[in-house]
């Protein structure tokens, strides 16, 4: 019989291929997030061959982030409940097969579906992803692994728009989605060697109801203000779409305070830090992929940009994003997270400012890269608000909450842009893009007083083995 004290260090041991199931998985979670933005100068290519409206090109974006913020939580209760390897494993198989489906898209309906089951895909993927993670590294291994997966954020993003211009420019807008198969069916076959399967959890039941209830609701608010663009804000159409997502959240606040295996614990909302956190990752995100969308669209169908220059012209808003990124932690680690967050949301307002007024690229590009490096810090004050004053017990489901904001104020943020630059999106003109930008920048600025009196004063701890992206 094997001693306990044996077997207990038996189970501490280091898994001999940690650093590999570690590099295999992160080569995963970048494709999720590079997914993100990787479209955004692609959008006139497969506008144009597939003959789709500023509509369609809408949600063609918002469609992935919809999904992947929506079901986020979900995907981690059935990995929690299934086991995290099958449900990763399944949650690649999903996003690669989407990928392909995508890639060959003869029209509107297949090409978003498939950017749809992309979403669902990386729901299930990046959660299971992180949980193996936590699961394959022990001490401050885990902090360095974990180091390592949150600085794919920034880098996918930052990277999504240069070779977005790079694959249309070179094989075409297909390739766009073509490149996640090769690189997915690798970490397929690679990984079931790699990791083994974890138990499962005691069986429980998933909440599929609040997972309905809550991507339904945020459809249907993507939905109305994608709408508005065309019928206007007082339609039927658009106010029917908007109750209806009001309705939809309020029942799901209800499901999920009755619920015995909810998605959501909706009373960690009410924390004035969790709430704050969330606030922030919701407008930050919203912001920064609301100015991508638009200047992608901007250079190329309005002052008529190839898409590699486009994508070229990018690498500036990428470097000054990874520098505000490494200026963050040591500004908030000083100086605490509401002076970082009052501070980016008024440059990111500033950033925006720029081409509202000033058209010349050269100036939209410095108005991006102040905008994104303004958002980066107030993205990582969301992280060290939500994360930083609560107790280490409530950090997993707090991690996972304002995650689900990062992807959803995503979708948001474009929609509101899409409509209000309507005008010029579908025919190729300035018309509406100053608007929007405007728009971003009082939105930005909103966000930055309200943050005064939301993120709390003080300097944050974020616990060890926890991640946002």
């Known amino acids: ?16 291929r940690r650093w590999s199931a570690l590099a295999l998985l992160c080569a995963a979670q970048f494709m999720l997030i590079l997914d993100v933005t990787v479209i955004n100068v692609a959008l006139p290519g497969i506008g144009s061959a597939l003959r ?4 369609w090109l809408t949600w063609a974006v918002t469609s992935y982030t919809l999904c992947f913020g929506a079901l986020m939580l979900l995907g981690g209760r059935l990995g929690d409940v299934y086991g995290s390897r099958r449900i990763l494993l399944t949650g690649l198989s999903v996003f690669v097969i989407a990928s392909l489906v995508t890639g060959l898209a003869a029209n509107g309906p297949i090409l978003l579906g498939g950017r749809l089951a992309q979403g669902t895909g990386a729901a299930l993927l990046s959660p299971s992803a992180l949980a193996t993670i936590t699961r394959l590294f022990h001490g401050p291994e885990r ?11 920034g880098a996918g993003f930052a990277a999504g728009a240069l070779l977005g211009g790079v694959l249309t420019a070179g094989p075409g807008w297909r390739w766009v989605f073509f490149i996640n198969v090769p690189v997915g069916l690798a970490v397929l076959a690679l990984l079931p060697r790699m990791v083994a399967a974890a138990p499962p959890a005691h069986a429980r039941r998933v909440d599929l109801p609040g997972a309905i209830l809550v ?15 065309d019928a206007g804000w007082g ?4 106010l029917l779409a908007l109750g209806a ?21 909706v009373r960690i909302l009410a924390r004035p830090p969790v709430a704050a956190g969330a606030f922030l990752m919701l407008i930050g995100t919203a912001l920064l992929l609301a100015m991508i969308f638009l200047g992608s669209l901007f250079l190329q169908r309005v002052q008529g940009l190839p898409a590699l220059v486009t994508g070229v012209l990018f690498l500036p808003v990428a470097l000054v994003s990874g520098v505000a990124g490494h200026v963050a932690g040591h500004l908030i680690g000083r100086h605490g997270a509401r002076g970082a967050a009052f501070t980016g949301l008024l440059l990111a307002a500033a950033g925006a400012t720029l ?37 280490h017990q409530e950090a997993g489901l707090a991690s996972g909450i304002v995650n689900t904001f990062h992807e959803v104020g995503g979708s948001i943020g474009v929609a509101v842009v899409s409509t209000v630059a309507a005008t ?39 616990p060890d083995g926890v991640h946002v992206h």
């Not at 094997?2 to 001999?16: D, G, K, M, N, S």
């Not at 789709?52 to 509509?55: N, V």
């Not at 991507?215 to 663009?229: E, F, K, M, R």
């Not at 339609?235 to 658009?238: L, R």
């Open 143 to 153: 902090n360095k692994a974990l180091g390592v997966w949150a600085a794919l954020g």
């Open 355 to 391: 081409p509202a007024l000033l058209d010349d690229t050269a100036w939209i590009i410095i108005g991006l890269a102040i905008g994104s490096g303004g958002v980066v810090l107030a993205l990582v004050a969301a992280t060290t608000t939500a994360l930083g004053f609560i107790s």
């Open 1 to 16: 019989m094997t001693h306990p004290h044996l077997e207990a260090r038996h189970e501490a041991l280091p898994h001999p």
């Open 424 to 462: 010029g999106i579908e025919n190729g003109s300035p018309a509406g893009f100053g608007a929007a930008y405007a728009t971003a920048a009082v939105a930005a600025t909103m966000a930055a007083l309200i943050c005064l009196v939301m993120v709390p004063a003080g300097k944050a701890h974020l």
């Open 52 to 55: 789709l409206d500023r509509a």
């Open 245 to 265: 997502a009001l309705v939809g959240y309020a029942a799901f606040g209800l499901v999920e305070r009755k619920s015995a295996a909810a998605l959501m614990n």
């Open 235 to 238: 339609s039927a159409a658009t």
């Open 215 to 229: 991507t339904a609701s945020t459809a249907a608010v993507i939905y109305g203000l994608v709408n508005a663009g």
